[in-house]
């Protein structure tokens, strides 16, 4: 009874076997396997790299939001005396905020380190967008390598010390309206004792500066880039563009922080009558756009799904086009040739 269970069972093996000794090999059937073995191993490593690599989709929304702050992240190097440094922020309704006791100034020497020089990328873009794309790839390139001392015409790293700096860290809450968070020296634009004019040098190196909880993918455009003064009463001005983001990722969660865009102006004031303050100002403005990002992968299902029907697909057109360059070099070139004939996927 189970000897014909089985034999009825073989009788509708849908994958017959054949014996050894009815198959043929050859040199052109194992190149072609190899090939053939070559493609598979493309496709598939392509496969689980979507597969590990989920996808971003953008679209637009109108900003729905009813958190009133707004978290400012930074970390900026300033080629001047932690002592002569104040950090604050003047918004729209009014508010002001001084945020010298919440943040690290930590002493330190002013380099510029990897970070590129704003003003140089900046001409390096414009001569891209004319069309010298190759030359400008290079000279980015090199600027981004280049580990920079101030050049010839710009003012030193401090009174006593060229090479003095403070590097500021630290987060700081705002009211979600426009406004200025701004580095300025004692007694210009500020209360406190006067700082002298030659200790004033705002020459940085921005590390870090983003609003919110980074997301993967994040560009935040001031990061490791630094500006060099030319004067001791300069102001640098980083007007910003701040768009809320909802970014939720593969696995459905869900994070509310923005990303901005920003536009830099460089004024340079008289020493002796100034009509301005030098400093560092990122001043933001809301947009009442937000931007909804959302990361989706195929299952791994989809993904072995996909692989099979390429593996399956590849294996029979890579046999049929055996079997027709076998019948045209065996009709073309004749019978001596049919002793070479070998189906590549033959095991």
């Avoid at 060099?228 to 910003?240: G, L, P, Q, T, V």
């Avoid at 923005?258 to 100002?281: L, M, S, W």
Wanted: glycine content about 8%; overall charge neutral; some cysteine.
């Amino acid at each position: 009874m189970l000897g014909q269970l089985i034999s009825e069972v073989r009788a509708l093996d849908a994958f017959p076997k054949v014996e050894d000794s009815q198959r043929e090999k050859s040199a052109s059937g194992g190149i072609a396997t190899l090939l053939v073995l070559a493609v598979l191993t493309y496709f598939t490593w392509g496969e689980f790299s979507t597969y590990f690599t989920p996808v971003q989709h953008h679209e637009f929304l109108v900003d729905h939001t009813i958190n009133h702050e707004l978290r400012i992240n930074f970390d900026v190097t300033v080629a001047m005396a932690c002592k002569y440094l104040t950090v604050d922020d003047i918004d729209v309704t009014g508010s002001q905020r001084h945020f010298d006791g919440t943040l690290k100034k930590i002493p330190t020497l002013f380099d510029t380190d990897q970070a590129t020089d704003l003003r140089r990328e900046r001409l390096l873009q414009v001569e891209g967008d004319l069309g010298n794309m190759a030359q400008f790839i290079r000279q980015s390139h090199k600027a981004r390598k280049s580990r920079t001392t101030p050049s010839q015409g710009q003012i030193g790293a401090g009174k006593n010390n060229a090479n003095e700096a403070c590097r500021v860290v630290g987060s700081a809450s705002v009211n979600k309206v426009a406004g200025n968070f701004h580095f300025t020296a004692l007694g210009h634009g500020h209360g406190g004792a006067h700082t002298p004019h030659d200790a004033i040098n705002f020459t940085h190196r921005v590390d870090v500066f983003s609003f919110g909880t980074p997301y993967p993918g994040l560009d935040n455009p001031l990061d490791n880039h630094f500006q060099s003064a030319s004067s001791h009463m300069e102001s640098f001005s980083y007007i910003m563009s701040v768009v809320p983001t909802i970014y939720s990722d593969a696995k459905h969660n869900v994070l509310i922080t923005n990303q901005y865009a920003v536009r830099d102006f460089i004024k340079e004031y008289d020493e002796k009558y100034p009509r301005g303050v030098p400093g560092i100002f990122f001043r933001y403005d809301m947009e009442p756009i937000s931007v909804r990002i959302t990361e989706s992968a195929p299952s791994l299902l989809r993904i072995l799904t996909r692989l099979c029907a390429a593996v399956g697909g590849i294996f029979v057109c890579a046999g049929i086009a055996h079997r027709l360059l076998h019948a045209f070099v065996t009709g073309w070139f004749g019978d001596r040739f049919a002793k070479h004939s070998v189906y590549p996927l033959s095991k």
